[in-house]
Every structure is written in C-alpha cells, then in structure tokens.
Antibody, heavy 119, light 110 residues
Framework: EVQLLESGGGLVQPGGSLRLSCAAS????????MNWVRQAPGKGLEWVST????????SYTDSVKGRFTISRDNSKSTLYLQMNSLRAEDTAVYYC????????????WGQGTMVTVSS | QSALTQPASVSGSPGQSITISCTGT?????????VSWYQQHPDKAPKLMIY???KRPSGVSNRFSGSKSGNTASLTISGLQAEDEADYYC??????????FGTGTKVTVL
C-alpha cells in the first residue's frame, strides 16, 4: 500500500523557519515527481511546489518563491519543504502529494501537517 | 496564478445529477488536457476523482464524469448519494511545472 506521512509542522513565530518532511512507502520514490499543497483554515487548496523525480527540477507558486525550498532524498524516500521567513498567511495544513504520471494529477496524498505562524 | 473559478455551492436530491463548473483561462484549462478533480470530506485529505479531464482512477465510481470545453471544465455527479456530500476542487496544469486549483465547491445532498 502506498503511503505518505508528513511531519514537522508546529507553531512558529513570524519570520521563523520550519522544515516539513514527507516519508513515502510502497512506491519507487525516485520514479515520481512530488508536490506540496496547502490549505489555510476554512479555505481552499493551493499548490505550493513541485520537484521532479531526480530532484533536478523545481517549481514554486509566486507567494513562496525565495522563501521556501523543496528537496528530496531518494535514498530515504523522503520529500522536504524548507520554509523560511514565514508569514501569518503561510498558516495552513500542508499536504504532500504524489504525481500520478506526467503532471496529470495528484493521486496519493498524506494526512497533512499543520503549520501555524503566530506570535 | 489566479485560482480557477468554481461555484461556491451546488445541491441536489438523492438520485439527481449535478454539474460543477471550473473556469480558467487560455493559459491553464484552455491550453492543457490536464484538468483533475478532487473530493474532500471534512478534516480529510483530498481524493483524486478525475484526471486528464475525463479519466477515472481505478476504484472511483462511474457516477463521476468529467469534460472540458474551451477554458471551462466540468464535473458531473450522477445518481447523487449522501456520501457524495463533500467539497470538490478542480485543478489544472498551468505550464512550466506549475498548477492552479479551483476555488472549491461545496456539494450538499438535500
């Protein structure tokens, strides 16, 4: 069974940093692009970032460019999101999601990890 | 990267059919046949229901179908059931490895 398990969320002050992790099991991790999607409390889904299977290509939504860095360790089947200069508007549940194939969709989602940015 | 536009809410009685629209632009929905739809129940992770405009992943009921015309994609749920009550989101590939989600639609089964 394919599973994604996020960790690393928590309460952080504005301007602070946090690193999220997403451990994958049941798949050949390096074969798939991976993504981060977030959902602010009571709001809709927002795509945050994507990384290719080899880790060589990355993309970000405009609001996090220069502050967030997506990376992966294929030897550990783990996806990361380093979040710096956090703002109140980054408060959300962060989901990792597996690419179905060729950018078609997100077929497997983790349970999410909550990030709260507040003083 | 503006969100795709969906109606805030759609409702129907059990057994009826409902359709949710998803309007984007020529830079996203209109340019790629890479529209997907997700179902999200309260406090749960989203679930993929439709990919590549109209394809269903294994295990998804054939009561769910998708289509696209120009810059607007649609999700139709036929034979509405109580378990279909949830939030639904569309998503489109927008080029250069970026994506945009819809604003979300709350489906209520009357």
């Amino acid at each position: 069974e394919v599973q994604l398990l996020e960790s690393g969320g928590g309460l952080v002050q504005p301007g602070g940093s946090l690193r999220l992790s997403c451990a994958a099991s049941g798949i050949t991790f390096s074969s798939y692009a991976m993504n981060w999607v977030r959902q602010a409390p009571g709001k809709g889904l927002e795509w945050v970032s994507t990384i290719g299977g080899s880790g060589g290509s990355t993309s970000y939504t405009d609001s996090v460019k220069g502050r967030f860095t997506i990376s992966r360790d294929n030897s550990k089947s783990t996806l990361y999101l380093q979040m710096n200069s956090l703002r109140a508007e980054d408060t959300a549940v962060y989901y990792c999601a597996k690419d179905y194939y060729m950018m078609s969709a997100f077929d497997i989602w983790g349970q999410g990890t909550m990030v709260t940015v507040s003083s | 990267q503006s969100a795709l536009t969906q109606p805030a809410s759609v409702s129907g009685s059990p057994g009826q059919s409902i359709t949710i629209s998803c309007t984007g632009t020529s830079s996203d929905v209109g340019s790629y046949n890479l529209v997907s739809w997700y179902q999200q129940h309260p406090d749960k992770a989203p679930k993929l229901m439709i990919y590549e405009v109209s394809k269903r992943p294994s295990g998804v009921s054939n009561r769910f179908s998708g289509s696209k015309s120009g810059n607007t994609a649609s999700l139709t749920i036929s034979g509405l059931q109580a378990e279909d009550e949830a939030d639904y989101y569309c998503c489109s590939y927008a080029g250069v490895s970026t994506y945009v989600f819809g604003t979300g639609t709350k489906v209520t089964v009357l």
